[in-house]
């Protein structure tokens, strides 16, 4: 039933130029492996992400590729835990009940979890699978957590939803406003670019609740309330307009909806965007000016700005301060978002979404999906499917009674962790596709072991839209297979044969369906690789708009966005902020670099709060404490530090153990269901040294 899982492996003793699997920069890697095993990774000194540099994560957080914990067998649920199957047994197990399910409740009672540390050749099989072997659109990606609000403000405004440069114009920009994102922490290697530009003239803007270390290579730090995004880009957008810093030709030649955008500035004079930020309303009027009379600059942010109530908002309102300057569209003026995941964009850009097929084209599109149904010959649904908080809401309803969730830790890394763990509970049969036993997989019923990213070929897009090649340098453990193998057979299990022999194949079929793709092919991409759109002759985009944007008309787009609220705020009864993030020695789960020597630079996590917040709250250095919201509890050490501003506090979630996202509740960013995991209202109060009757701080102001 199924091939031999070795007939892809590439695995040979000499060096493996591939691309790094952790974040989304995207850095080029020499692996070296011996005997089987990773022996060393060395940066590419061509890389052009990296250009020579990799960060620890990439470098060294290898090691997890042997370890003891990896799965190497298919697993079936037996009683209480689990017992071993062959991939035989294993597939039989979830034809049987895939079509149970679908026999009683239709083919939407099922759905599918693309992963976006995995290639965009698997999650083109992936959504395949779904879309065509299940007969859904039930499919989704971790981008609804992310970026999905990048994704949709840069399409609305511009056209399409990447990247308008590359990393390039770090350095080619004369100022930049870094907002949202703490680039040394979660992009180290872009971090370092932006540090070394800072060192080197360009004059850098910090803007972040947190004092995050590029704010000491900045010309100014804004240091602004949680939620505030809006109103900080209003308020340089109103001065741009007031002292005339506009480029009235570019607003006039290249973009519609000015006037009404213009007429909204006036309501959010420096002054006033004070009031809502806590950012000196002179700060707002320097920041502006930096920017607005660059004669190149960039905006670079992160889930700082998106993972929030109105993240889509912000990031179109930024493409209206870009536009209303002319800093578009050439070297040096770019819009950078800093993307999570190694392949986040990729996996949209392939179509792992509810909504649009790959190139972000509708579902309900009769000619595309005409295309669709004959390239691959079957009749393909033209309804929207769920998102992933709708999927869990509708598993919880009883609604949804299977998923296939690959390569995603969802009862860790989402939010409202009790919902989705009664979610997963619901369902009457849960697949997971995984390197490792995670908290996700504890509520599978057939567990199929996959493959790491130095276990397999494919490509990868980076946070540039860059599509580069990924190779194998050693073989998947045990038993387990390629994550495009498993896909390709369980689809033929599942009665659609793919007919899709290696990731380069699938690479053909997206080049053959997919506009943006048009050109690729493994051979092109080279070292470089190939920033998508790309053209039948080969030729890329590593600009885009130099001339005009990807609307019908050319034009990019102004929306007029007030600022508003975030879902949640201060209040009495929870009178902190809590901010969650990354650090720079663990990567978002930590399921692999944790079980690499990278534990033993950070061992656990912490909380961060202001020195005047513990003081008030009795709280000591390493105290733990117990940091309660509306949804949930946990406890955790504290570390103090006036790295985070009075009223906020900090931490990550790199450890399951500490149950952070028990704290996160479902207010979700309001066009794409992106959860506001940046802005939770908390109460932290010590666990033995304060007395009972700890005051709680007054709402912060
Ligand atoms: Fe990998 Fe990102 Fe580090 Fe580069 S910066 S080595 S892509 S984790």
Redesign the pocket.
């Known amino acids: 039933m199924v091939q031999g899982n070795k007939a892809m492996s590439k695995a040979t003793e000499s060096t493996v130029s591939t691309?790094?699997?952790?974040?989304?920069?995207?850095?080029r890697?020499e692996v070296h492996p011996e005997n089987g095993v990773i022996a060393s990774i060395s940066?590419a000194m061509d890389g052009p992400?990296?250009k020579g540099?990799?960060?620890?994560?990439?470098?060294f957080a290898h090691q997890f590729t042997r370890s003891d914990e990896r799965l190497t067998t298919p697993l079936i649920r037996e009683g209480d835990g689990f017992r071993e199957a062959t991939w035989d047994e294993a597939f039989e197990r979830i034809v049987s009940e895939f079509t149970r399910i679908k026999s009683d409740h239709g083919p939407d009672a099922i759905a599918g979890l693309a992963s976006s540390r995995a290639t965009n050749e698997d999650c083109w099989a992936m959504q395949r699978l779904m879309r065509a072997a299940v007969g859904t659109n039930n499919i989704d990606n971790c981008s609804r957590v992310c970026h999905s609000p990048t994704s949709f403000a840069l399409r609305r405004c511009f056209g399409y939803s990447g990247a308008s440069g590359t990393f390039n114009d770090i350095e080619a920009a004369d100022a930049a406003i870094l907002i949202g994102a703490n680039a040394t922490d979660g992009?180290?290697?872009?971090g370092a670019r932006i540090k070394q530009a800072a060192i080197n003239g360009m004059k850098l803007v910090t803007v972040d609740p947190r004092r995050i270390e590029l704010a000491d290579y900045a010309e100014l730090h804004c240091s602004m309330r949680p939620g505030t995004n809006a109103a900080v880009i209003l308020g340089l957008a109103n001065v741009v307009m007031t002292e005339g810093l506009t480029d009235e030709k570019f607003i006039a030649e290249r973009t519609e909806g000015y006037e009404e955008f213009a007429a909204l500035l006036a309501e959010y004079p420096p002054e006033e965007v004070e009031r809502i930020t806590g950012i000196p309303a002179d700060d707002i009027r320097t920041t502006a000016r930096i920017y607005a009379t660059a004669e190149n600059a960039c905006l670079i942010w992160g889930l700082g700005v998106t993972e929030q109530r109105y993240g889509s908002e912000v990031v179109q309102l930024m493409c209206g301060l870009a536009m209303m300057t002319g800093k578009v569209g050439r070297l040096g003026s770019a819009l950078l978002p800093l993307r999570g995941q190694?392949n986040v964009q990729g996996s949209s850009d392939m179509g792992a979404l509810p909504d649009t097929y790959s190139g972000y084209r509708p579902v309900s599109d009769e000619a595309v999906a005409t295309m669709f149904e004959e390239r691959w010959g079957v009749g393909l649904s033209r309804e929207k499917g769920l998102t992933i908080p709708k999927m869990f809401d509708a598993a919880v309803a009883g609604e949804l009674k299977s998923m296939f969730i690959f390569g995603e830790d969802v009862a860790q890394t989402d939010p409202n962790t009790t919902h989705v763990i009664h979610a997963l509970e619901s369902l009457e049969f849960l697949v997971c596709q995984d390197i490792f036993m995670t908290e996700t997989t504890k509520y599978a019923d057939v567990i199929l072991p996959a493959s790491a990213f130095l276990e397999k070929e494919g490509t990868f897009i980076?946070a540039e839209r860059r599509i580069q090649h990924v190779a194998a340098a050693i073989d998947p453990p045990g038993d387990a297979r390629t994550d495009f193998e498993i896909l390709t057979s369980l689809s033929a299990a599942l009665g659609h044969e793919m007919n899709l022999a290696t990731p380069e194949a699938a690479m053909e079929e997206i080049a053959a369906l997919t506009p943006e793709f048009t050109g690729v092919t493994y051979e092109r991409l080279g070292r470089e690789g190939l920033c998508w759109p790309v053209e039948a002759d080969g030729s890329d985009a590593p600009i885009l708009y130099e001339e005009k944007f990807h609307h019908p008309n050319g034009l990019g787009s102004f929306n007029a966005l007030p600022y508003r609220e975030p879902g949640e705020v201060a209040d009495e009864e929870f009178p902190l902020i809590l901010i969650t993030g990354r650090r720079l020695q663990h990567?978002n789960a930590g399921t692999m670099t944790r079980r690499t020597r990278n534990i033993e630079l950070m061992e656990s996590d912490w909380l961060e709060i202001h020195p005047e917040d513990a003081e008030r709250l009795w709280i000591n250095e390493g105290d733990l404490v117990a940091v309660r919201s509306h949804h949930g509890r946990i406890e955790i050490p504290v570390r103090i530090t006036d790295r985070i501003e009075k009223g906020n506090v900090f931490t990550a979630f790199h450890f399951p153990e500490l149950r952070t996202n028990l704290l996160v509740g479902d207010s979700v960013e309001v066009n794409t269901g992106c959860p506001e995991y940046k802005v939770v209202a908390v109460d932290v109060r010590a666990m033995s040294e304060a007395p009972s009757d700890t005051p709680a701080l007054v709402a912060a102001d």
């Open positions: 691309t790094c699997g952790y974040c989304g920069v995207g850095c890697l940066p992400a990296n540099h990799t960060c620890l994560k990439g470098r992009h180290p290697v872009v190694n980076n990567y």
